[in-house]
């Protein structure tokens, strides 16, 4: 029988309507689901560091040039990334860049407690295999998950918008080892999806871009663009924190 290990977060107010939203005052957002170790996210940040990765291009054709204005939220399931996600997002706030990583806590299309499964031993590879999926060696513990729908409802699309040039821009990168079709369906089926700007990710395949794509051919309002794309560069980087004196 496995033992299994339950992950408390009693900070984690999904739902708390009288909390201010704390996407109020962005314009662009970049949602990063299964984040690991925050490659991405530093990715838009500081891409002078990760010179010629696949996702820079996306970037700029989402944000433009002025990614530092953009602001992140990410969500990592894997409690073995807790103690450096917490470095990179207080790294990220006295750099001034508007970043909020969820740490163990799954995304999923129901808000409870989900058996996740780390993958020991491999953290070389910073257990890149972990998922809500069973698997041959993985060991489960209990996240707490947040519904995709509800929280993109209630946080990205009901966030104060502040005035400024070209419409407001979501991107949403998705990398949840298998669980991601399931996330994209909910977005579609829930009318969510039209508004976000592109998705990226790699863990579905043609069949399922074409299914998309044909749903979309009867829509003239929903221009969202689902791109795959699998940026794996860099992924065991720890590039170190670096503030200079404009950060202090």
Request: glycine share 6%; with cysteine; charged share 20%.
């Amino acid at each position: 029988m496995q033992t299994r290990i339950h992950v408390k977060q009693p900070n984690l107010q999904f739902s708390d309507d009288s909390q201010q939203n704390l996407l109020d005052g962005c314009r662009d957002v970049y949602i990063d689901i299964g984040t690991n170790i925050g490659i991405q996210i530093r990715k838009l940040y500081e891409p002078n560091l990760y010179p010629n990765a696949p996702v820079l291009p996306l970037f700029k054709m989402v944000f433009g040039h002025n990614l530092t204005k953009v602001c992140s939220i990410g969500f990592e399931a894997n409690p073995l990334h807790d103690n450096y996600l917490k470095e990179f997002e207080n790294y990220c706030l006295k750099k001034h860049w508007r970043v909020k990583i969820f740490k163990s806590t799954a995304v999923s299309i129901i808000e409870k407690n989900l058996s996740f499964y780390t993958e020991p031993g491999n953290e070389v590879n910073n257990q890149w295999g972990a998922s809500l999926l069973a698997g041959n060696g993985r060991k489960p513990i209990i996240v707490p998950s947040i519904d995709i729908v509800s929280w993109i409802k209630r946080t990205v699309l009901n966030r104060k918008i502040p005035p400024g040039f070209g419409p407001p821009r979501i991107l949403m990168k998705t990398d949840i080892e298998g669980h991601d079709p399931t996330v994209i369906a909910h977005l579609v089926l829930s009318g969510i999806y039209c508004s976000i700007n592109l998705i990226y990710g790699e863990h579905f395949n043609d069949a399922f871009q074409k299914t998309i794509s044909v749903l979309q051919q009867y829509s003239n309002s929903c221009k969202t663009k689902l791109v795959y794309l699998d940026d794996e560069s860099y992924f065991n980087q720890r590039f170190p924190f670096i503030l200079d004196n404009s950060a202090n």
